[in-house]
């Protein structure tokens, strides 16, 4: 039972728009979430992460919205770049001392110049 | 400061044989956590040490596992090797600080290939 959900495999946006990636989860318990960005032969790099106790959270040209009702996530990079071409992955966690978080299966962006 | 490191880059196996699989963390971090990534399940949580304690475990088979130095460099063993443990293993570290979740850092990954 996949516990964090990102339903779109891949997305393809143009340079300069805003690229939305979802991720939706089903444990109730989860209370903290982030996002990592993985280029191809390199481990994920921490983007952005929000706790359940706000609903948004900015850095640039990331943002993160919580919908703790409905259980999604997004983040949206605006305005996308190629470099931001990459897999993204959402991740959540009961936010107590261990590290054991859960990831979704990743969302593969591409910017296209 | 020097990222974290794993070693090796890449393995070949057969199935049957063991393998072990070295991580050291950014320097100061006593938080170490290793995660299977594969095509089809994505990014799993195998374990997490800190200070030479194992603190948090998922779902694997008792054929994984691992254990932290003192100085907070961890291993990681799979013994009798099957050809589903062909994956990319990433470790990552954080300072573990108690009552948050702080940010974790991954290392580049060991790919292993199980023939």
């Known amino acids: 039972d996949q516990q964090v959900k990102q339903n779109s495999p891949s997305l393809s946006v143009q340079e300069g728009r805003i690229s939305i990636l979802n991720c939706d989860y089903t444990?109730?318990?989860?209370?903290?979430f982030l996002w990592y960005k993985k280029y191809p032969a390199e481990g994920p790099t921490f983007l952005i992460s929000?706790?359940?106790?706000?609903d948004k959270n900015e850095d640039g040209r990331f943002t993160v919205f919580l919908n703790k009702s409905a259980k999604h996530l997004s983040l949206h990079i605006v305005p996308s770049q190629p470099g931001d071409s990459a897999v993204y992955f959402c991740a959540a966690s009961r936010g107590n001392y261990g590290q054991n978080f859960v990831f979704g299966p990743g969302t593969r962006l591409s910017v296209l110049p | 400061k020097a990222g974290v490191t794993q070693t090796p880059r890449y393995l070949i196996k057969t199935r049957g044989q063991q393998v072990t699989l070295s991580c050291s963390p950014i320097s100061g971090h006593r938080s170490v956590s290793w995660y299977q990534q594969t095509p089809g399940q994505g990014l799993q949580f195998l374990f997490e040490y800190f200070s030479e304690t194992q603190r948090n475990k998922g779902n694997f088979p008792g054929r994984f596992s691992g254990r932290q130095f003192s100085n907070s460099r961890s291993e990681m063993n799979v013994s009798t090797l099957e050809l589903g443990d062909s994956a990319l293993y990433l470790c990552?570290?954080?300072?573990?600080?108690?009552?948050?979740?702080?940010?974790?850092?991954f290392g580049p990954g060991t790919r292993l290939t199980v023939l």
């Open positions: 990552a570290s954080s300072q573990g600080l108690a009552g948050d979740t702080d940010t974790q850092y």
């Open positions: 444990n109730s318990m989860f209370d903290y």
């Open positions: 929000i706790s359940s106790i706000k």
